[in-house]
Every structure is written in structure tokens, then in C-alpha cells.
């Protein structure tokens, strides 16, 4: 009798083996294989490249896999604990229409990316890089310009700061301006 429990036992195990596999999850589907080419840089394309370039605001460019894969453990960290893209508004106190937070799937894609080993997949599933605008503004041209009559410097281990520049008004055209964009001297965009 011993003998038929232990086979019985063993024969189930071996079951259970073949049809759960490492390559299933929880429900029994195959988990998809997330690639940075096909999976991930459209999610960084959307939402990080316009400042992780050559030349902007951020310390580091994500524009293709040599560049983001050495960055990959940190990126997840980033994501995961919503520190980027930056997004400061505490999202009890309404809805914004400029908000930039990743969407739990994409946080979840670069997740998997990451804990698959950060494959870079096939070059013909990379979709094209986003056109930037360099060198002047990021949308249409401003109704009204000004230059600001004393620098201000933003060294690059300064903490993040929050300065009211106050602007006098000095047209009828000002009324009701709606998102004031600073082009620094560096050519780095920053948007209000």
C-alpha cells in the first residue's frame, strides 16, 4: 500500500513538473518575453528621452540599448519607486493633463525587461527614435519673449529649487499666458 501512495505521489509530481513550467505563471499562460528593442524603448522614447539626450537636462542619454543597458537595475529602482520620469503633484489632490507617471504596465514591462537579464531583442522590432527639437522651443513659438535681466546658475549637485521669478508685464499680449518655457543658456529645456 505504501508503495502505491509513494508511485502515486511521485507520478503526480512529475505532472505537476510538465505542465507548469518555469516559462508559465500563476494562471498556466506563457510569460512573454520582454525585450528592450520591442518592449522598452518605445516606453523610454514616450516618456524619458526627451530629456535623458545628449546635450539636455539629465545626466545620462537613453536613446538605445548600449546606453540604457548599463543604466537597466537603476532604471527599475526609478520606476518602481515612481522617483522618474519626476513627477512632483501628489496625486490625491486631482488630475493633470501635462502628468508624465509611468503607467503601472509600463513600470511592469521595464520590471519584467530587468528581471528577465535586460535582453535587447531584435534590431528590426526598435522603433524609430523620436525627432527632437533642438536649440529653441519644443512646441509652437511664444507669443511673447523675454530675456532674464540677471543669470541664474543650477549647479549640478544642487538640490532641486523652487524660484519664483516674477515678470513684469509690460504688453497686453501677457494677459492670461498660460505655460511659461525657459530656454537656459546651455540649450537644455526646461518646462513649467
Not at 49 to 57: E, G, Q
Amino acid at each position: 500500500m505504501k508503495k502505491v501512495i509513494l508511485l502515486s505521489a511521485v507520478a503526480g509530481l512529475a505532472a505537476m513538473c510538465f505542465f507548469v513550467s518555469p516559462s508559465t505563471n500563476a494562471s498556466g499562460t506563457a510569460k512573454k518575453e520582454v525585450t528592450y528593442n520591442k518592449d522598452v524603448a518605445p516606453i523610454l522614447f514616450s516618456n524619458c528621452a526627451v530629456c535623458h539626450r545628449p546635450n539636455d537636462i539629465a545626466p545620462m542619454s537613453l536613446l538605445n540599448f548600449k546606453e540604457v543597458r548599463p543604466w537597466a537595475r537603476s532604471i527599475k529602482e526609478k520606476v518602481v519607486n515612481r522617483e522618474m520620469p519626476p513627477w512632483s503633484p501628489d496625486p490625491a489632490y486631482g488630475e493633470f493633463t501635462n502628468d508624465h507617471r509611468l503607467a503601472q504596465k509600463d513600470i511592469d514591462t521595464v520590471v519584467a525587461w530587468v528581471d528577465q537579464g535586460a535582453k535587447e531583442g531584435n534590431a528590426k522590432d526598435v522603433q524609430k527614435m523620436p525627432d527632437f527639437v533642438s536649440g529653441g522651443w519644443r512646441s509652437a513659438n511664444p507669443m511673447w519673449f523675454s530675456r532674464w535681466p540677471k543669470e541664474h546658475v543650477v549647479k549640478p549637485d544642487d538640490p532641486d529649487q523652487y524660484i519664483n521669478f516674477f515678470i513684469r508685464r509690460t504688453s497686453r499680449k501677457m494677459f492670461g499666458y498660460r505655460r511659461p518655457r525657459f530656454i537656459p543658456a546651455t540649450g537644455a529645456s526646461c518646462t513649467t
